[in-house]
């Protein structure tokens, strides 16, 4: 992998997901860009010289805006230097504006071959409603997004589990898939949940042969199970055997499938899976 791209915003989160990073990366190979995304505060105009915070425009404002940037500007490059320390080739990128924004910028500028931020927030109501910046990255983004929950401490990733609905034609995703593992060491898992309430279009038999054609699976490294709901028992299956990584793609979708007829798994594990998630994009032809 020759770069990550690794957004962190100083919280406990920005350490999880550099130490997500840090398990993918190859020392000697892999450029770690370490994004942070910097908003100035906004005073309110009304405020003045006798309330608790400084008014717009005046010295203890301006002298505490750029105190605070410059703290923020010094922590990001402490982050560098302790990688470097570490033995990681690092580097940082300054941005002013929203996460969102910051990263689009970066992958136009870097073109990086792997995504990772922190998903802050519990999952709530608006997470689920207007979709936080973690799901809009993991699911628009040109290059593959490792979304790490507040829940984890990525410490290995060893027991992985792909889960997919045997749909469509998946082999390019797999192919990056099994070089990951190998790079990782990792046991990788094929699970597809049946459910009810998931669409069930094409026989899972011809995706499962067109894929043992290609790579080498051994006896039991496809389950199949049966679940009411399709997150439930994806992360059910993945508390029973602790994984330790959960790998999920997701592609283009018309207005009609995304919310009618088979809206998106991926976008609801990004915002409620308790295990890091490593999305992967399919093209469209």
Same mark, same amino acid.
Not at 6 to 17: C, G, V
Not at 198 to 203: L, R
Not at 221 to 235: C, F, N, P
Not at 246 to 270: A, C, D, G, H, Q
């Given at each position: 992998?020759?770069?990550?791209?690794?957004?962190?915003?100083?919280?406990?989160?920005?350490?999880?997901?550099?130490?997500?990073?840090?398990?993918?990366?190859?020392?000697?190979?892999?450029?770690?860009?370490?994004?942070?995304?910097?908003?100035?505060?906004?005073?309110?105009?009304?405020?003045?010289?006798?309330?608790?915070?400084?008014?717009?425009?005046?010295?203890?404002?301006?002298?505490?805006?750029?105190?605070?940037? =410059?703290?923020?500007?010094?922590?990001?490059?402490? +982050? /560098? #230097?302790?990688?470097?320390? *570490?033995?990681? @080739?690092?580097?940082?990128?300054?941005?002013?504006?929203?996460?969102?924004?910051?990263?689009?910028?970066?992958?136009?500028?870097?073109?990086?071959?792997?995504?990772?931020?922190?998903?802050?927030?519990?999952?709530?109501?608006?997470?689920?409603?207007?979709?936080?910046?973690?799901?809009?990255?993991?699911?628009?983004?040109?290059?593959?997004?490792?979304?790490?929950?507040?829940?984890? =401490?990525?410490?290995?990733?060893?027991?992985?589990? +792909? /889960? #997919?609905?045997?749909?469509? *034609?998946?082999? @390019?995703?797999?192919?990056?898939?099994?070089?990951?593992?190998?790079?990782?060491?990792?046991?990788?898992?094929?699970?597809?949940?049946?459910?009810?309430?998931?669409?069930?279009?094409?026989?899972?038999?011809?995706?499962?042969?067109?894929?043992?054609?290609?790579?080498?699976?051994?006896?039991?490294?496809?389950?199949?199970?049966?679940?009411?709901?399709?997150?439930?028992?994806?992360?059910?299956?993945?508390?029973?055997?602790?994984?330790?990584?959960?790998?999920?793609?997701?592609? *283009?979708?018309?207005?009609?499938?995304?919310?009618?007829?088979?809206?998106?798994?991926?976008?609801?594990?990004?915002?409620?899976?308790?295990?890091?998630?490593?999305?992967?994009?399919?093209?469209?032809?």
């Amino acid at each position: 992998m020759r770069s990550i791209l690794i957004a962190i915003d100083f919280s406990e989160n920005a350490e999880r997901a550099l130490a997500a990073a840090k398990l993918l990366a190859e020392k000697d190979v892999t450029e770690l860009l370490i994004l942070h995304a910097y908003q100035p505060y906004i005073a309110d105009v009304n405020m003045t010289p006798g309330n608790v915070m400084p008014g717009l425009g005046g010295a203890d404002f301006l002298t505490m805006t750029t105190d605070l940037e =410059e703290e923020y500007q010094k922590r990001l490059d402490e +982050y /560098a #230097t302790a990688l470097t320390a *570490e033995g990681y @080739n690092a580097k940082t990128i300054w941005a002013l504006g929203t996460v969102h924004s910051a990263i689009e910028e970066a992958i136009n500028d870097h073109v990086p071959d792997l995504i990772v931020i922190g998903r802050t927030g519990t999952g709530g109501f608006l997470d689920k409603l207007i979709g936080s910046s973690a799901t809009q990255i993991a699911l628009n983004s040109p290059c593959p997004v490792l979304v790490v929950p507040p829940q984890t =401490e990525p410490a290995r990733f060893k027991k992985v589990v +792909y /889960a #997919t609905q045997f749909e469509y *034609e998946e082999n @390019n995703i797999l192919r990056e898939v099994f070089v990951l593992m190998n790079h990782l060491g990792a046991d990788l898992t094929l699970l597809k949940i049946n459910s009810d309430t998931q669409p069930d279009i094409q026989p899972d038999n011809q995706y499962i042969a067109d894929i043992k054609s290609h790579f080498t699976i051994r006896e039991g490294q496809i389950v199949t199970r049966k679940a009411k709901d399709v997150l439930d028992g994806i992360e059910a299956y993945c508390d029973e055997v602790k994984a330790d990584l959960l790998i999920m793609s997701t592609r *283009e979708r018309s207005f009609i499938e995304e919310y009618l007829i088979n809206p998106s798994i991926t976008r609801k594990l990004v915002v409620d899976t308790h295990l890091p998630l490593l999305v992967f994009h399919l093209k469209s032809r």
